[in-house]
């Protein structure tokens, strides 16, 4: 037997039969794949037994072994010949309520083979993984929103295999992390309960999942790793970034923030993880404003204002016209808004400063941050007092839910060596204009340490990984959740940090607010 260059390929040379020596066909790949593999047992689907007496004849009884594992058993997921000029994929997914992105792998030598993103189709439903629940509820609903996504997902795999020069068949093994949510609605399963007091979700610890089983088009024999959740609030996405990041092996403490719907935290070591979610994340995602948006060409994504002659600098994304903004912007322009004296430690517009960027729509107060006639869409784009309420509020939120994981263990923010952020907010966030409004606590901008889309990652690492099962359940096994709904002392914090940066400014020593 030859080295293994990857955990799920093994290069397996066997002694031919004779009468002398007449093991079955399988047996005799199994005896020699259990020593190679120190496995006690290994399972092969009948379809594939099949294919295995003229795979051996064709080959001279020299095959290319793919397999996967689950915590306790190895499967044999594909035979080929030594020099197969096919691949050994993986396709790692990002399970996304708003969007979904797969990674393709080659199992053989870990090298990405393409990337693929596309809109999560259950947004025809709901945008939001509450209206798709209560959809669930009604009679089809949850086989809809079950086909909705696994379509979505074969079609985003034949999309990128054909791009890669590759077929769907090539495909061994499926890596999956979302929230406990859509885990639900790609299993099938039914979500009602994890809305509901006490709220249960049918299983936290999906496992190992035969991809036929689950409608994925890719080879039969496949399997599909569904990342664990803790429950109804935390799951697999966040363990996926966990694991990708290393924040479980560290020897000092750290903190992983994920913003989306919810603001996702986890905060711990190699001795211990605490981990509590939150509403923060509508605001952070640019859903705060009218003029909020996802990010792509023409949207905002950084503000600059001149204190002194207050004095817009817009970018945007491809220096296109601007047509909305994202929340990097929204962040950047509420930073530079109270640096400029533009809004006070409430957040309020102040009319003075503002000057004739000040409007009335509505009944509401406006500040125009792109007149018409520089706007794509050929009409003011503002920000409305609302706006800034909304943002105080998220902002807020955000940094409570910060506050209170780390003083429930003992710890204070500035403590945190590390602090990882993910996901799209921490890949475009400014952390300098996250601390000057108090949304993010005021550390060394060295220990902010973006890591992109951490669940994708987490995922891909997973099919990379012989030891990823183990890793990942102890993962799970070792957070502690923190609830923070019935948690008084975080209603009083929160009340605290509804000001800019906060009533305590003693707090964000760096931030040096303008006299208003």
């Not at 080959?59 to 010949?81: E, K, N, P, Q, S």
């Not at 708003?98 to 990674?103: A, E, F, G, I, W």
């Not at 889309?453 to 690492?461: D, K, R």
Request: net charge negative.
């Amino acid at each position: 037997m030859s080295p293994s260059p990857a955990p799920w390929i093994r290069f397996v040379a066997l002694r031919p039969p004779s009468l002398k020596d007449n093991t079955a066909d399988t047996d005799r790949l199994l005896t020699a794949l259990k020593k190679e593999l120190a496995a006690e047992e290994i399972d092969v689907d009948l379809d594939l037994l099949k294919q295995l007496p003229p795979v051996l004849r064709a080959t001279d009884y020299r095959i290319r072994c793919t397999v996967f594992r689950d915590r306790r058993r190895w499967v044999l997921t594909g035979i080929d010949a030594f020099d197969a000029l096919r691949p050994a994929a993986g396709i790692a997914v990002d399970l996304g309520t708003t969007r979904v992105v797969l990674r393709l792998i080659d199992l053989a030598s870990g090298r990405v083979l393409g990337e693929h993103a596309f809109d999560n189709p259950q947004i025809t439903i709901g945008p939001d993984v509450l209206a798709r629940i209560h959809h669930a509820d009604s009679p089809g609903g949850l086989k809809e929103l079950n086909g909705l996504i696994v379509g979505g997902l074969n079609t985003a795999v034949g999309e990128i295999c054909r791009t890669a020069g590759i077929e769907p068949r090539d495909i061994c093994a499926v890596s999956v992390a979302g929230n406990t949510s859509m885990t639900h609605l790609f299993l099938g399963l039914e979500p009602r309960w994890i809305i509901r007091e006490p709220y249960i979700p049918v299983v936290n610890r999906p496992g190992v999942l035969k991809a036929a089983d689950l409608g994925i088009q890719v080879s039969p024999f496949a399997r599909v790793l569904v990342f664990p959740s803790i429950g109804s609030y935390f799951g697999g996405d966040l363990i996926a970034g966990i694991f990708f990041s290393g924040l479980h092996r560290r020897p000092e403490p750290a903190l992983l923030v994920d913003v989306g719907t919810n603001a996702e935290v986890v905060l711990g070591n190699r001795d211990w993880l605490l981990g509590c979610a939150g509403a923060a994340g509508p605001a952070l995602e640019g859903g705060v404003t009218r003029m909020g948006m996802l990010a792509g060409p023409g949207v905002i994504d950084r503000v600059a204002i001149d204190p002194a002659g207050r004095r817009f600098d817009i970018h945007t994304i491809e220096e296109a016209p601007p047509i909305g903004i994202c929340g990097s912007g929204v962040i950047d322009l509420a930073a530079q808004l109270f640096l400029a004296g533009m809004i006070d430690i409430r957040g309020k517009l102040v009319s003075a400063a503002c000057g004739d960027r000040l409007c009335v729509i509505e009944g509401l107060r406006h500040l125009v941050v792109v007149p018409a006639e520089q706007s794509a869409a050929g009409k003011d784009l503002t920000i409305s007092q609302a706006d800034l309420d909304s943002l105080v509020r998220s902002k807020a939120a955000m940094y409570t839910i910060l506050e209170t994981i780390a003083m429930t263990v003992g710890l204070n923010l500035d403590e945190l060596g590390t602090f990882y952020v993910a996901g799209t907010f921490g890949c475009f966030i400014n952390p300098r204009s996250a601390i000057a409004i108090g949304m993010l606590p005021d550390l060394p901008l060295e220990r902010y340490v973006p890591i992109g889309n951490s669940s994708l990652q987490g995922a891909a690492l997973a099919l990379t990984s012989e030891n990823a099962v183990d890793e990942i359940d102890r993962i799970r096994d070792r957070i502690t959740y923190l609830e923070l709904n019935v948690n008084q002392d975080f209603m009083n914090r929160f009340s605290a940090a509804k000001f800019i940066p906060h009533t305590d400014v003693g707090r964000f020593p760096s931030v040096k607010a303008p006299q208003q």
